[in-house]
């Protein structure tokens, strides 16, 4: 299972909060250990959530970095001809190369490329250098496979 663990963090936490909930449903009674009082129990419904929260903290960094790639992305396509674009290139594919190493593929019905493309758009400035941007494409203009390089 500890393989698991190192391969897919978000795969491993759905399974072991499932199993930590059968169990606890399955578990008539905890036993007190010598000497500890009888009504003592882990707080079994937040150790399940935080095994979970590991699992979905992996996916929200994959979204977070796909977010900033396409945002610089797109800040480099609107003002081609400002003196950063050489930063935001860089900095789109360095983001990008961080959501390819941790991405998982149980991770692929959790993220939503187009939803992420949209927010990185409603998040462009009005203008770079006193300049608007030029147009750019209104809908995600990638797919999942091909920012996995696949």
Same mark, same amino acid.
């Given at each position: 299972m500890?393989n698991?663990?190192?391969a897919?963090v978000?795969?491993w =936490? !759905?399974?072991? &909060?499932?199993?930590?909930r059968?169990?606890v *449903?399955?578990t008539?009674?905890?036993? @007190? $250990? %010598?000497g500890e009082p009888v009504?003592?129990?882990?707080?079994?419904?937040n150790i399940?959530?935080?095994i979970?929260s590991?699992g979905? =903290? !992996?996916?929200? &960094?994959v979204e977070?970095?796909?977010?900033? *790639?396409?945002l610089?992305?797109?800040? @480099? $396509? %609107?003002?081609?001809l400002?003196r950063?674009?050489?930063?935001?290139r860089g900095?789109a594919?360095?983001?990008r190369?961080?959501?390819?190493h941790?991405?998982r593929?149980?991770?692929?019905?959790?993220i939503?490329?187009a939803?992420l493309y949209?927010? @990185?758009?409603?998040?462009?400035p009005d203008t770079?250098?006193?300049?608007?941007?030029?147009?750019?494409?209104?809908a995600?203009?990638?797919?999942?496979?091909?920012l996995l390089?696949?």
């Amino acid at each position: 299972m500890s393989n698991l663990y190192d391969a897919d963090v978000l795969t491993w =936490s !759905e399974q072991q &909060a499932q199993l930590l909930r059968r169990h606890v *449903a399955e578990t008539p009674a905890f036993a @007190a $250990e %010598a000497g500890e009082p009888v009504n003592e129990v882990p707080d079994w419904a937040n150790i399940i959530e935080e095994i979970e929260s590991a699992g979905r =903290s !992996e996916a929200s &960094a994959v979204e977070s970095w796909w977010f900033q *790639a396409f945002l610089h992305g797109l800040k @480099a $396509e %609107a003002w081609p001809l400002a003196r950063d674009v050489p930063h935001w290139r860089g900095g789109a594919r360095g983001f990008r190369a961080r959501a390819r190493h941790k991405y998982r593929p149980s991770m692929q019905t959790k993220i939503d490329l187009a939803g992420l493309y949209a927010d @990185a758009l409603s998040a462009l400035p009005d203008t770079v250098d006193g300049q608007p941007p030029l147009p750019v494409p209104p809908a995600c203009p990638v797919t999942l496979d091909e920012l996995l390089g696949t």
